[in-house]
C-alpha cells in the first residue's frame, strides 16, 4: 500500500477509526445519508438509510484528521 501524506502540512499519515461508544459497547463508526430525523424520546430514524463504515486517517506530524466512507473498499 502507498504511503498517505497530509494534505495539510505533508506529514505521514496513520489508518484509524472513529469510535463509537454506547450502551457499554464500542464500534466502527458509520456515516448515514440523509439529515438526521428522531423518533419519540430522541431516537435516530435509521431505517431504509444508507450506512457505511467510516475509515479515518491522522497526520503524524499536525494531527488533522480525515474521515472517508467509502462504498467500496480502498
Known sequence: MNERHCSKCG????????????HNSARVG?????????????LLKMRGRRKLPVEAWRCTKCGLLESYARSTPG
Do not use: M, N, S, T
Not at 506529514?11 to 454506547?22: N, P, S, V
Open 11 to 22: 506529514g505521514a499519515q496513520k489508518e484509524g477509526f472513529l469510535l463509537d461508544r454506547a
Open 30 to 42: 458509520h456515516w448515514a445519508e440523509g439529515a438526521p430525523e428522531f423518533w419519540f424520546l430522541g
